[in-house]
């Protein structure tokens, strides 16, 4: 994807001008670091152009007015968010739903956090 390649190369950058910053390259490879650094600012240059290039193509394929209802940007939109959130039935052909009671309650996905112990290794334990 342009987009982790262009943050590959903004890194890269980084690093390299953080060097030349802390005095970490030593005198006979600066000359060949300042090309290097030259060299990895025109390849940036090249992939945000072709980025935006794409990303363009890309949202002039939807709406002119909404845009792309699922998404801003990366991220979900609202709309997209209340999708995931309390859609919680998928299913790819109705009869999949056949064997179960119309009375059936579905109920959506619980979000857990980082620090709970969804596996119940605790438990185990005791």
């Known amino acids: ?10 890194n890269q950058i980084h690093r390299l001008e953080w060097a030349f ?12 670091n300042e090309q290097e650094l030259e060299r990895l600012r025109l390849d940036r240059e090249r992939v945000k152009d072709q ?3 794409l990303l363009k193509e890309h949202h002039e394929a939807f709406h002119p007015v909404w845009g792309q209802l699922l998404k801003t940007g990366y991220q979900n939109s609202r709309y997209g ?11 790819s052909h109705v009869a999949n739903m056949a064997f179960y009671s119309p009375d059936t309650t ?3 996905r619980i979000d857990y956090m980082a620090h709970e112990d969804i596996f119940g290794d605790d438990a185990a334990q005791n």
């Open 81 to 91: 968010h209340q999708i995931d959130r309390f859609a919680c039935l998928y299913t």
């Open 1 to 10: 994807m342009l987009r982790i390649a262009r943050a590959d190369l903004d």
């Open 106 to 108: 579905y109920t959506g």
């Open 21 to 32: 910053k802390m005095g970490e390259i030593r005198p006979q490879d600066m000359s060949k």
């Open 51 to 53: 980025h935006t290039v």
